[in-house]
T-cell receptor
Framework: AQSVTQPDIHITVSEGASLELRCNYS??????LFWYVQSPGQGLQLLLK????DTLVQGIKGFEAEFKRSQSSFNLRKPSVHWSDAAEYFC???????????WGAGTKLIIKP | ETGVTQTPRHLVMGMTNKKSLKCEQH?????MYWYKQSAKKPLELMFV???????ENNSVPSRFSPECPNSSHLFLHLHTLQPEDSALYLC???????????????FGPGTRLTVL
């Protein structure tokens, strides 16, 4: 079955600390992978995407993610978080032949001052 | 207006009311989506309109009825809703190419629906 797992419902990090949010997927086709962020009361904003090529992709707001096919993972990282990064983060997977996305349940990031 | 807009942003309705949610995209895309977002659950795709084709999630109750009069506008008509339908309803759009799909979706801010 196709699925996306974000194992951490909540993560708390101190401002200035590094961050890694985990995403694992199960998908039958070559995956397209996405990370979105949702601030309170807002819609989802695309942070970064992977279609092909270099497995380390850079996104907006200083985020990056690495596609590891052998581990079926697409973890999101940031070297130093800011209080404004507090939000919910969603991982999603799709493919060239299916425009529908499979979504993870999200990880809520809490920033400690 | 830019991107994807949704109105109203907040809606409170009784179970016997009829209301509609509106979505408009200003990106020139040819696919539009309705999602339901409930707390602690993955996004639930409700309906897709793409290249004049409509796809729906068979688990969506008939009290939700979509309408897509053109590629820029999408409506979700609501009638006789239940309290469990209270959620954030998100609209999204994307560009679908013939024979190839790029799934990058652009989202509106959502409509927070409360059913009393």
């Amino acid at each position: 079955a196709q699925s996306v797992t974000q194992p951490d419902i909540h993560i708390t990090v101190s401002e200035g600390a590094s961050l890694e949010l985990r995403c694992n997927y199960s998908y039958g086709a070559t995956p397209y992978l996405f990370w979105y962020v949702q601030s309170p009361g807002q819609g989802l904003q695309l942070l970064l995407k992977y279609f092909s090529g270099d497995t380390l992709v850079q996104g907006i707001k200083g985020f990056e993610a690495e596609f590891k096919r052998s581990q079926s993972s697409f973890n999101l990282r940031k070297p130093s978080v800011h209080w404004s990064d507090a939000a919910e983060y969603f991982c999603a997977v799709g493919s060239a032949s299916n425009y529908q996305l499979i979504w993870g349940a999200g990880t809520k990031l809490i920033i400690k001052p | 207006e830019t991107g994807v807009t949704q109105t109203p942003r907040h809606l409170v309705m009784g179970m016997t009311n009829k209301k509609s949610l509106k979505c408009e995209q200003h990106l020139g895309h040819n696919a539009m989506y309705w999602y339901k977002q409930s707390a602690k659950k993955p996004l639930e795709l409700m309906f897709v309109y793409s290249l004049e084709e409509r796809v729906e999630n068979n688990s969506v109750p008939s009290r939700f009825s979509p309408e897509c009069p053109n590629s820029s506008h999408l409506f979700l008509h609501l009638h006789t809703l239940q309290p469990e339908d209270s959620a954030l309803y998100l609209c999204a759009s994307s560009q679908r190419l013939a024979g190839l799909s790029y799934n990058e979706q652009f989202f509106g801010p959502g409509t927070r629906l409360t059913v009393l």
